[in-house]
C-alpha cells in the first residue's frame, strides 16, 4: 500500500524499520537480477540535468543495493549494466557508462563489505564488446575475488539472454562434435552448467524499475520459475522500502513451481 504523502521523517523511518523486520521474518530471496532502468529519464523529468547525471547516479544506487543485499542475506545478485542493444546509444553516452563501469569495478574490488562478506565478483556477457579498460578493472575485481563462495554479483556488461544460449549450444555442440559427450547426454542440466549464471542458482526475483514491464533480453534461461516484480521508481530513485516492498510482496507470493 502506497504511503500517504504525510508521512514522512521519523513516521517513515519507524515504518521502514517496522517493514524491515517482517521481511527479515520471512523466507529471504537467495539471488535477485536487477534490471536497472530509468536513469535518463531520472536525470530529465526529476532533475532537468543532462542525461550522464542519471547514470552518475545510477552507478552510485547500484552500490547503495549492493550493501543493502549483503546486509539482509541476499547471497546472489545479478545486475543488468549493459545490454548488447544498447550499443546502439550515442558514443558519448556509451563512453561515459564504460568510465563509469570501470569505476564500479574497482570502487567493489577494494570495498571492505565485499571482502569481509567473501563476494566474488564476475562479469557475464560479450567480452568481446566490452572495451579494453573495462575488462582490465573486472579481471582486477574478479581476480581479487575469485576464492570467495559465500556471495556474487555478477555484472551483466554486453550481455544478452539469447547469445548466452547461444554460447552455450556451440560449446555443447563441440564436444558433441569432439565425441566427448553423446547428444542423448544433452539435458536441462547440462545446458544449465554451462550458461553464463551456472554456477549459483537461477534467480528467485527478477526486479525491474521504471515502469516498464519487460525483460528485455535478460537471463532468459535462468528466469524459467523466477517471480517478477516492476516497480515504476526510476533506478536512481529506488529506496530501501521499494526493495523492502519488493521482498515483501515475493514473500507473498505462493511459490508452486508449476505444481
Ligand atoms: C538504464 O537506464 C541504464 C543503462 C541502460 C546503462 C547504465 C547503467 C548504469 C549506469 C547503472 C549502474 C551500472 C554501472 C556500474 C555503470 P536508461 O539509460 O535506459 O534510462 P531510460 O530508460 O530512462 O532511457
Known sequence: MPLPKIVSGPAYSAYESQLEKEVLSGLIPQHIAFIMDGNRRYAKEVLNAPTVEGHRLGKDKLNEVVHWCLELGIHHMTVYAF?????????????YIMELMEK??????EDKDVHSHHVAIKLIGDLELIPENVLKAADYAMERTKDYKDFTLNMAVAYGGRQDIANVVRQIAAKVRDGEIDVDDIDEDMIGSYISTGDIPDPDL?????????ISNFLLWQMAYSELYFTDVYWP???????LRAIRTYQQRKRRYGA
Open 237 to 243: 530513485g529506488f529506496r530501501y522500502i521499494d526493495f
Open 104 to 109: 564500479s569495478f574497482y570502487e567493489f574490488a
Open 206 to 214: 527478477i526486479l525491474r524499475t521504471s515502469g516498464e514491464m519487460r
Open 83 to 95: 545490454s548488447t542493444e544498447n550499443f546502439k546509444r550515442d558514443p558519448t553516452e556509451i563512453d
